[in-house]
């Protein structure tokens, strides 16, 4: 019926064929992973200076290393470890509707510790936000005696976002150095207050 | 041709060898040769399951996300000073514990479902009912977040019948770890599957009354 | 040869799938995007100041609205935190109908502030709100299902002091039944 096929189209064929599937390995492999298209937008900080993300911005003042605390409210929670206590001001910058500090992490190395919620509203972790009016308080840090000597200390990262799940949305990251802190024996923390500091 | 001709000589042979199986039998057949091969490898049987390891009072049992040591159990009216207080008639059996989180990210003890310690052996108590709640000894609060590498004491709560248990009386403590499936795909964090019971305690509870000031 | 004989061939099938192909996924997205922004207010109805609407069984009106600044006698009284502002904004509501069990439709207020020089900022109201101010009040903040008769709210908005400035703001009244329509009053 037609002509036979020539070898030279047979080749055509088969490259174009490898051409394809190249393409369709390569597109395969760039395809980003769930973890990365869901990821957090990191936006890096200062110690000291104020960063802000989408919904929040936040200011580390100081960071202090001690055995115990007294929050403003009375609280003097124990511990076997150490506290590390963050000064923090924070505010929500354009919503307020169900805005609040849900995520407040310490990072050492791959450890990753929460900011202790035990005293209630003597801390700022997991307060509600109001946009534009700034909450200044403290985050405390339960962590083993031992890790603020370690070396993965000297790299430890605080991280805040407005959601407990931080993915798809801002995440504040400020690096602090725990090794230079000394180990205070006692710490009295002021109770969260609004407003200008 | 020729060629064409010894090919189809070949395939004639295949074809009466295949003709001369015995399709009656072949299932049959190949049944036995499937027996004979599980004989060998050790039979229709079930495996054996390991029992699970049965601890006392204060050893240090580490599961896959937690290391728990049980301090007692005992029976208690409520705790009024933090305002946790059961039903009229029911009481609080409290399990005490020492938990230390072994993985890298903080663990929250909830009361949704019984994951880390569970009772059972208790009338008034349905099989694997979570704790009422659970409180950190320390200080009375009520929210648990476990960071890694810090041991807590806590203590877990189970609001019984009054006249259901009194002292002296066993109670069998389970220590759970959690049955990790996956990461979530939408949610965020894990999925997990039933709690697995990774060790057992028999406790003979103690009776505090009206309560210790703690 | 043979190329452009298979484009004719194919010219009307082509076609539909050129016209299809796009609307499949702006029908898809339409679809997806709808529930989500109808349950919400997202479509502001923007009236001005002293301007009376017909919403949901109601009807509205900004009376008046007051700013108080956290140095000022009445800030103090109320704890106004420093650097901030107190906007209280009365809101007259007249219950045209009732609802089927005979009470009053409730609302929920935020502040708006749109058009200055940064992103578009919004408040709820305080008396939700994290912020505890001292002092007794107004006796209604918001919305009151046991009003039958027309009746006045004020609303407070605890802002930081440079909130309006360079920018407007406004009030958004929202009946959750009538989302995602709102009203948005322009307050002087």
């Known amino acids: 019926m037609t002509a036979p096929t020539s070898p030279w189209r047979h080749a055509a064929n088969g490259v174009l064929l490898t051409a394809i599937l190249a393409v369709a390995a390569l597109v395969l492999h760039t395809t980003p992973s769930r973890e990365a298209q869901q990821s957090a937008i990191v936006v890096p900080g200062v110690l000291g200076e104020s960063v802000s993300g989408r919904n929040i911005r936040a200011t580390v003042h100081s960071v202090t290393v001690a055995e115990s605390v007294t929050a403003g409210t009375g609280w003097a929670g124990g511990t076997p470890g150490v506290w590390v206590v963050v000064d923090l001001t924070v505010h929500a910058l354009v919503d307020d509707e169900s805005t609040m500090l849900g995520t407040a992490v310490l990072r050492v190395g791959d450890v990753s510790f929460s900011a202790s919620i035990r005293p209630q509203h003597g801390t700022v972790a997991g307060q509600r936000l109001v946009t534009g009016v700034p909450l200044n308080g403290p985050l405390m840090f339960e962590v083993p005696a031992d890790l603020v000597a370690s070396p993965a200390a000297e790299t430890a990262t605080l991280e805040f976002a407005t959601d407990s799940d931080p993915r798809a949305d801002s995440l504040l990251v400020v690096p602090v150095d725990l090794t230079d802190l000394i180990v205070q024996p006692e710490l009295e923390v002021a109770f969260p207050a609004w407003g200008a500091r | 041709m020729t060629n064409r001709g010894v090919r189809g000589a070949r395939r004639q042979r295949v074809r009466v060898l295949f003709d001369r199986l015995p399709t009656k039998w072949l299932l049959s057949s190949v049944s036995a040769v499937l027996l004979a091969l599980s004989a060998v490898v050790g039979g229709l049987d079930d495996a054996p399951v390991a029992p699970v390891p049965r601890i006392e009072e204060g050893d240090s049992h580490v599961g896959t996300e937690l290391t728990i040591m049980v301090n007692g159990a005992l029976l208690i009216d409520g705790f009024p000073e933090q305002s946790i207080m059961p039903a009229d008639g029911n009481r609080f059996l409290v399990v005490r514990a020492t938990v230390e989180n072994t993985t890298t990210e903080p663990r929250r003890l909830g009361t949704v479902d019984a994951d880390s310690i569970g009772i059972a052996g208790i009338p008034s108590v349905p099989a694997a009912e979570p704790p009422e709640r659970i409180l950190v000894i320390d200080d009375g609060s009520d929210r648990v977040v476990v960071q890694p590498g810090v041991p807590v004491e806590l203590a877990y709560l189970w609001e019984v019948a009054g006249d259901a248990v009194e002292a002296g009386d066993p109670v069998t403590v389970s220590l759970l770890d959690r049955d990790f499936i996956s990461e979530g795909r939408l949610t965020y964090g894990g999925l997990y599957g039933d709690p697995i019971v990774s060790a057992t305690l028999e406790l003979a509870l103690g009776d505090v009354g009206a309560g210790v000031n703690e | ?188």
């Not at chain 3, 000022?72 to 007249?94: C, H, K, M, N, Y």
């Not at chain 3, 502030?113 to 505890?132: D, Y």
């Open chain 3, 1 to 188: 040869m043979r190329r452009r004989g298979w484009l004719r061939r194919n010219v009307l099938a082509l076609a539909a799938v050129a016209v299809l192909l796009p609307a499949t996924v702006a029908i898809t997205m339409a679809n997806q995007w709808s529930t989500a922004l109808a349950g919400s207010p997202s479509r502001p109805v923007d009236l001005a100041a002293g301007a009376t609407a017909e919403y949901g069984h109601s009807a509205w009106l900004v009376e008046k609205t007051d700013r108080v600044s956290a140095s000022s006698a009445a800030g103090r009284e109320r704890d106004l935190p420093a650097g901030t502002d107190l906007v209280i904004v009365t809101v007259r509501v007249d219950p045209v109908e009732l609802l089927e069990d005979g009470t009053a439709e409730l609302c929920t207020a935020r502040l708006e502030e749109n058009g200055g020089t940064g992103l578009p900022r919004s408040w709820g109201s305080a008396a939700g709100g994290p912020i505890t101010l001292a002092g007794p009040g107004p006796d209604l903040r918001s919305c009151s299902s046991d009003q039958t008769v027309p009746y006045t709210f004020d609303a407070e908005f605890v802002v930081p002091a440079d909130a309006g400035d360079g920018a407007a703001l406004s009030l958004g009244i929202g009946v959750p039944t009538e989302f995602p329509d709102y009203l948005r009053f322009a307050l002087d």
